[in-house]
């Protein structure tokens, strides 16, 4: 599969000073909006901050609480792990010296009390013995060795074979959700040095899900955060790394075409459209959809947007909703489109019917592309915002309405059915990324630290408004837009036709489904993007 991508994202005086363009150089000039990628929970003060991101150091690459080092993923985390069970935080190492008596759950089976008592007292003995500067370690020797062989032991008694990094990772991820800490004195030192970011598919992937796990050990919400090492990258960076991803999967273009083909089909007879856009981004969705009603017989309509957006994005695009709003004014100059754009610079939680400025006359359209799984329902906050605006948007009486997802479902499951989701779900997405970018790539390193690892990360660790990620399989998004009042409207096989065309230029195991009138993008057998409309 050839790649093809456009990494200039500087700001230009005239972008479209052409009377038409293809929509790849007009794409150039629009980065990718990867809606899915760049949320993260609320700061201390109720505000929408994200700020898991890592950055290049040096040639190496970290995410999180992390590094590399000798080409394996490595963890920061203290052995053994000692939390109070108050508050579930690690104690520090000053504090595991201290007095404190809080520790881990011992089981029937676990001696690491024991053995850290016995460590101890050897220490005491030796420093009576040979002085506290001695550096003669034979009691470390000694009570490493007899780790080895417990967790040689115990890997046979759990029935894990000592390579199976899956398996590894799901004993991991039980072993947290039992909250059994001996277990996990064994699990985690033998993950970091099995993932790798550089590695194959599922070892790039055990090295995000690593860190999620430890983060969830660690403490709890917006805390895993502040504890980060890595700085996130410059907004120009960020962009470059959403339109490698844009470029290489065909995700977002399959839920932006599929959009536009439904929102052509139902506006196709009306003169004055108007399109409010749930978290806008850059506005590169509407590129394709401004040309193609340009080209409509009969003259293109008048289009007026309306982009909602938050902080964020105002970040990674390097500036406000002002400059989604130029942009496309010149392209639409440029296709001879008349075009109005309003700005409304708040999060989708906050947008009342006041925000969007329905005028009588418009043929209204509401478009939900990788965006409603980010709005809190109805089991992290009684005012329910996700069903919220669903009936706020069946008020208005649009013409229709898009929702692009991804197809997952990990809102409301508990940790570990979550876990196992996550690690399905991305371990196909991981797959479908190496088909085409190297594994030694440093773009593709930084692709899926900057662009995936948070979203894992954030499924993994947070519970409550701090879990920002909580997609909902199409099953319950059909019965959410029932209950506001929705029907269906089927897709038409003119759009079939276009996204199928798309994917001849991708790799053969990419999968298209439709579903009474709803399509679903797959990798091999696992279906990984729902898009739908309803009106």
């Known amino acids: 599969m050839p790649k093809q991508r456009n990494y200039s994202h500087k700001t230009q005086t005239s972008f479209y000073n052409q009377n038409s363009m293809s929509v790849r150089e007009a794409e150039s000039h629009f980065p990718l909006q990867n809606r899915q990628s760049f949320d993260c929970p609320s700061s201390d003060d109720g505000s929408q901050k994200r700020d898991i991101h890592s950055q290049t150091v040096n040639g190496q690459f970290c995410t999180l609480d992390s590094s590399i080092s000798n ?42 009390e024991d053995l850290n008592d016995l460590k101890l007292k050897l220490r005491e003995l030796e420093s009576a013995m040979l002085g506290p500067d001695s550096d003669i370690n034979s009691s470390d020797s000694s009570f490493t060795g007899h780790l080895s062989l417990e967790a040689s032991q115990w890997r046979q008694t759990i029935g894990i074979n000592r390579g199976d990094l899956k398996q590894i990772l799901i004993a991991c991820a039980g072993a947290v959700a039992e909250n059994d800490m001996c277990a996990l004195d064994w699990l985690i030192p033998e993950l970091k040095q099995m993932v790798s970011v550089s590695g194959e598919p599922i070892q790039r992937l055990g090295a995000y899900i690593l860190e999620g796990l430890v983060a969830r050990l660690g403490s709890s919400g917006s805390s895993i955060y502040k504890a980060l090492k890595c700085k996130e990258p410059t907004s120009s960076d960020l962009l470059s790394y959403m339109n490698i991803l844009y470029e290489v999967c065909p995700y977002f273009k399959f839920g932006y075409m599929s959009a536009n083909g439904a929102i052509a089909e139902a506006v196709k007879g009306d003169n004055m459209v108007h399109i409010i856009d749930f978290q806008i981004a850059q506005g590169s969705q509407w590129v394709t959809l401004i040309q193609a009603l340009a080209a409509r017989p009969g003259g293109p309509p008048c289009i007026r947007i309306t982009g909602i957006d938050d902080s964020f994005s105002s970040y990674v695009r390097g500036g406000g909703l002002h400059l989604v709003g130029q942009r496309l004014s010149w392209l639409a100059e440029s296709c001879n489109v008349p075009f109005e754009f309003h700005a409304v610079a708040m999060s989708s939680c906050d947008v009342e019917r006041e925000h969007l400025g329905v005028r009588h006359g418009e043929a209204l359209v509401v478009n939900f592309t990788f965006q409603l799984h980010h709005i809190p329902d109805e089991s992290v906050s009684t005012v329910n915002h996700r069903d919220r605006l669903l009936r706020m948007t069946k008020s208005l009486s649009p013409k229709v309405v898009t929702l692009v997802e991804l197809e997952s479902n990990t809102n409301t499951a508990p940790f570990f059915p979550r876990f196992l989701e996550t690690l399905d779900y991305y371990t196909a997405i991981f797959q479908s990324i190496d088909v085409i970018l190297p594994r030694e790539d440093k773009e593709r390193i930084s692709v899926e630290q900057h662009c995936l690892a948070r979203d894992i990360v954030n499924i993994i660790a947070c519970e409550g408004p701090e879990r920002v990620e909580r997609h909902e399989l199409f099953g319950k998004w059909k019965a959410r837009f029932t209950m506001a009042g929705f029907r269906p409207y089927p897709l038409s096989p003119t759009v079939n036709a276009t996204i199928k065309a798309l994917l001849e230029s991708y790799c053969e195991n990419y999968r298209l489904e439709e579903r009474d009138g709803v399509l679903y993008l797959g990798w091999m057998n696992r279906p990984l993007v729902v898009s739908c409309a309803w009106k």
């Open 71 to 112: 080409g394996f993923y490595s963890t920061t985390l203290k052995s053994p792990l000692n939390f109070s069970p108050a508050s579930g935080s690690p104690l520090s190492q000053q504090d595991g010296q201290s007095d404190n008596t809080y520790g881990s759950p011992v089981s029937a089976s676990c001696i690491t």
